[in-house]
């Protein structure tokens, strides 16, 4: 029985998960409205927040797994890429929760997590294949060759997809985070109302900088009042620019190693537009696409765990690595 903690950015999370991957519980409380009105997260509100949040949530986890803490046989938290301040509020409650319970420690890479939530019941997905991991963080293209056994292909030289899709909603003015927004807002306009093209770089990388500096131009062209008419259709079209590029990468991806076999991961992977395109890959359940504390437990089965009291120095990191 593993108890997995998330906090790595503005969703505090919680999850009971088995050994075999049923999910028993799985809570996560965002903080997205808190971080709204200044249309993105900011790290020090973050912080205080989990703090806040974290013993509630885990009381809540373990409450609707219906299992006391004292049947926890190991922790799993994020230990990194992340806030660094978010992140120890996490990796502090994990340290005390598994201390006073004298339960090992498993220190869960955030990006491993969002490729474990593959793993899980009821339809766990099987390596090998070739994974897109898109969040508002990270646009990762990799091999995974077994549960735990993942090479990097590529990634983004400048922003995320999930940070193009937030910066998009922004210049349209649908609030933070905007990736669901511009998606619900797309399916009323014409994805070829404008050219928004992504640039093209080399290798298996990615770059999204340039998109969001387009619809900018195009927003400015337009003025206020076309913008709001048009809204719809700067949404289609962008999102459409976005899929094609993460679609047209990821089926490169697949003939350079030979893993035909496709999935994707990460709060974009909710985009239905990327699932429609991708009718043959597979994506995490929906609920497990954006950050949350099951895929972290998952993660924990295929990594090594920090018996006590070799968790005592375990420290956050920021950046991917
Ligand atoms: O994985 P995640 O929860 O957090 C990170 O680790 O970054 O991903 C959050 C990102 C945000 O940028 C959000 O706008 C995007 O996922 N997102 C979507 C959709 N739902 C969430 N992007 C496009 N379409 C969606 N339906
Ligand atoms: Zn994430």
Redo the contacts with the bound molecule.
């Keep these: 029985m593993i108890l997995g903690i998330e906090t ?4 505090t999370a919680a999850a009971v998960v088995r050994d075999d991957g049923r999910v028993l519980s799985s809570v996560v409380s965002s903080q997205a409205d808190l971080h709204a009105r200044f249309g993105g997260v900011v790290p020090e509100i973050a912080s205080r927040r989990h703090l806040e949040l974290v013993s509630p949530v885990v009381r809540d986890a373990l409450s609707a797994a219906d299992t006391p803490l004292d049947e926890i046989e190991r922790i799993a938290v994020t230990q990194g890429p ?1 806030l660094v301040g978010a992140l120890l509020v996490g990796i502090s409650a994990a340290k005390a929760l598994a201390w006073a319970r004298g339960v090992p420690l498993v220190p869960v890479d ?2 491993e997590g ?1 490729v474990a939530s593959l793993y899980l019941e009821p339809a766990p997905v099987e390596p090998p294949f070739t994974c897109l991991l ?5 646009t990762l293209l990799l091999a995974v060759h077994e549960r735990g056994v993942s090479e990097r292909l590529g990634t983004t030289l400048d922003d ?7 910066k998009g ?1 922004r210049l349209l003015g649908l609030g ?9 807002l797309a399916q009323e306009g014409d994805a070829n109302a404008f050219d928004f093209p992504v640039a093209r770089v080399p290798d298996l990388d990615f770059s999204f900088s340039g998109l969001k500096t387009a619809l900018l131009y195009a927003v400015r062209d337009l003025g206020p009042v076309d913008t709001e008419a048009r809204r719809a259709d700067l949404a289609a079209s962008y ?1 459409r620019a ?1 899929v094609r590029a993460l679609v047209q990468r990821l089926h490169e991806a697949a003939e350079a190693t030979g893993l035909v076999r496709l999935a994707v ?10 699932r429609a395109a991708l009718p043959d890959a597979a994506f995490a359940p929906l609920e497990l ?4 504390a099951a895929m972290v437990a998952s993660c924990s089965r295929y990594v090594e765990p920090l018996p006590y009291p070799r968790y005592r120095d375990l420290d956050a990191y920021a950046s991917i690595r």
């Design positions: 790595s950015c503005d969703e992340g955030h990006l969002h898109a969040s508002g963080g990270h995320a997809a999930g940070e193009a899709f937030d909603a933070y985070p905007g990736g669901a927004a511009i998606d619900r999102q976005i991961v990460g709060g974009v992977a909710a985009n239905s537009e990327l696409c954006t950050d949350n």
